[in-house]
């Protein structure tokens, strides 16, 4: 990749191109200007659709021969264990084949970067990062991990000197960032299929800080024990965001993420936008897919959302605001456990984290990269979670899961689908 310039280049194919964050990347390259393509293995609307808008050309032959010819091939990670046998053939093409973040990062760090980071809730600290730059007239560039409910969009194009990117902790990703501002919302333990422990996680984060210009600014919560070490020896000015927390600010979205209009409002602080402007965008912010998302009330009067949450404290988090905004509420969960590790390594915090909930219905645990491990399953977390004072039950499919929510969900219950796959789907279909 030395020497390599990805805006000298024409031709691009990206493969896993609907994927939420490279989809994304795809937008901006045709904005740039590029003749794009890309394959994918599945027909995902909602990232897809917008790009054939666009005029990309999207394929779902796997066949590695039928590969098209490029300039250079960018690729989604999750593609190295899906797919590799269309990689290796993209390899063998003599141009460039970059991943996602390799990728994003030659094209941001052009840019004013400001790198939104951190274990828990980046994409709508991202999210509201744009809104309240576009309110305060500064026009950034930007890429979210997500859909912004205000413009159906992860991509925003900007004729501004700033860029706003989602960083990305796994597999030290954001680490191809070189951000004048950096946002870090929170440490924690995550992603042990690749880290070996919070230690192990802190030394990435001190990484990326100290990559942090000395007239630039780290933005975090310097007296939390987990941020504290990553701050030793960095150049950039320390910010405190929790001088900017608001417990009165009003929100569309769920109370816990003043917090994370804390982080902004600080970085809004750094760059002058009015106090203000800013907290008046926030007001207005409606949030994005997939976080706490509205879906529609079923048949028998249950109010149906849908979240992305899937480590133990997102779900308790967000389980705990749904109780403070819905006191009333029967709170029901269909959760849909992401990883055969992350379940077995914080299998007594899952079992945990379901309090504020009356019941879970539990889907088979989404293998994503992984290979199944037998060790480990929904029925297993089940038992956890009931032992810890909330019904739980595993089902065997997604289609339970649906039927779940269509029979046993009714008025005054609010039933929330939650994981990061595909869970959402079964709600959906227990709408129509």
């Not at 274990?119 to 500064?138: F, N, P, R, S, Y």
């Not at 409002?265 to 897919?289: H, M, N, P, Q």
């Not at 929904?378 to 595993?394: C, V, Y």
Request: include cysteine; charged fraction near 25%.
């Amino acid at each position: 990749m030395a020497g390599f310039d990805i805006q000298r280049t024409q031709r691009i194919h990206i493969i896993g191109i609907g994927g939420i964050g490279i989809s994304a990347l795809a937008r901006l390259l045709v904005a740039q200007g590029k003749t794009v393509s890309g394959t994918e293995d599945n027909e995902s609307k909602e990232t897809l659709d917008p790009l054939r808008a666009l005029g990309v050309g999207v394929s779902l032959d796997l066949d590695p021969k039928k590969l098209p010819q490029a300039d250079c091939y960018l690729y989604s990670d999750a593609w190295l264990t899906r797919h590799p046998e269309v990689l290796a053939e993209a390899r063998t093409r003599g141009v460039p084949a970059l991943s996602y973040f390799e990728a994003l990062g030659l094209i941001a760090n052009q840019y004013y970067l400001l790198a939104v980071a951190g274990t828990h809730g980046k994409t709508t600290t991202t999210a509201m990062l744009i809104d309240v730059l576009e309110a305060g007239g500064l026009d950034p560039t930007a890429v979210v991990g997500s859909l912004r409910a205000k413009t159906k969009s992860n991509f925003r194009a900007g004729a501004g000197k700033y860029f706003i990117v989602e960083a990305d902790e796994y597999m030290r990703h954001f680490l191809n960032f070189t951000p004048t501002i950096l946002l870090i919302n929170n440490i924690d333990a995550d992603h042990l299929d690749y880290y070996k422990d919070l230690a192990d996680i802190q030394s990435a984060f001190k990484e990326l800080a100290r990559k942090v210009p000395a007239g630039g600014f780290v933005v975090c919560n310097p007296n939390d024990p987990k941020v504290v070490p990553i701050l030793e020896g960095i150049a950039a000015t320390v910010v405190d965001y929790t001088k900017f927390f608001d417990p009165q600010l009003p929100l569309k979205v769920l109370p816990l993420h003043r917090i994370n209009a804390a982080g902004v409002l600080a970085i809004a602080d750094v760059l002058g936008v009015e106090s203000s402007v800013a907290k008046g965008a926030l007001a207005e912010f409606s949030g994005t897919w997939r976080r706490f998302e509205y879906k529609g009330t079923t048949a028998k009067g249950a109010l149906l959302y849908d979240d992305y949450a899937h480590h133990p404290l997102e779900i308790k988090t967000t389980l705990a605001s749904i109780r403070e905004q819905f006191p009333n509420k029967k709170i029901r969960v269909a959760f849909h456990p992401h990883l055969y590790s992350r379940t077995k390594l914080l299998m007594d915090d899952f079992a945990k984290a379901f309090g504020d909930a009356s019941d879970v219905v539990i889907a088979p645990i989404f293998a994503a990269r992984e290979k199944p491990d037998p060790s480990v399953s929904s029925e297993i977390l089940a038992e956890h979670i009931t032992k810890e004072g909330t019904p739980a039950r595993a089902v065997d499919s997604l289609d339970k899961i649906t039927d779940y929510i269509k029979n046993e969900a009714g008025e005054g219950d609010l039933l929330v689908t939650m994981g990061a796959g595909d869970i959402y789907k079964a709600g959906e279909a227990a709408l129509k």
